[in-house]
């Protein structure tokens, strides 16, 4: 389950792919906000994020924490320099932009849920909705609505994760630089 925490950082790389399209409206689908504490055991992440879109790559670090009782988001430049912020308790979701980037923060969340979340959970609550699919082995899933891909998460290796948000047309690279267990 650790390596699936690196994806963590790939929501936050949404917010630059939203930054770094065309400013036509993005195409909506709702994923679900699912509880913090039905997630992963608590861990602290370092990551570094490569968004390719539209032939242009952009990267940012990330700070991540997740813990039963909530997650805890902060993206930086490689300077350090904080860029914006997403906290969820399991009821609120709020965040901070220092950047002035619209951030797509429920959307940026249930992302990153499905690539962490415990698959029997992914499953209790998609197949509720009627319209989801999850497909998934040791090395993917995916999860298509009405027969259409939505989401993919590729488990390159213990350290590394690929990320493909079909409706808005990115992909994130996700490499943990450095892990530690709360």
Request: overall charge positive; glycine content about 4%; aromatic content about 8%.
């Amino acid at each position: 389950m650790s390596k699936r925490l690196i994806l963590v950082t790939a929501l936050l790389m949404a917010v630059n792919a939203c930054s770094s399209m065309s400013q036509a409206p993005l195409k909506k689908f709702s994923l679900h906000l699912l509880a913090p504490k039905s997630g992963p055991k608590p861990a602290l992440y370092q990551q570094k994020l490569s968004l390719y879109t539209k032939g242009n790559v952009s990267q940012v670090l990330v700070v991540l924490k997740v813990e039963y009782a909530g997650i805890k988001l902060r993206a930086l430049l490689p300077t350090g320099q904080s860029l914006y912020s997403i906290n969820y308790d399991g009821q609120t979701l709020s965040k901070q932009n220092l950047a002035n980037v619209e951030l797509p923060a429920e959307e940026m969340l249930s992302m990153l849920q499905f690539a962490l979340w415990p698959s029997d959970i992914l499953h209790e609550t998609y197949n509720a909705s009627g319209n989801w699919q999850i497909e998934e082995t040791k090395k993917f899933r995916l999860l298509t609505l009405n027969g259409k891909n939505t989401l993919r998460v590729d488990f390159v290796n213990q350290n590394t994760l690929h990320l493909t948000n079909y409706p808005h047309q990115y992909n994130v690279k996700v490499e943990t630089l450095e892990h530690k267990r709360l």
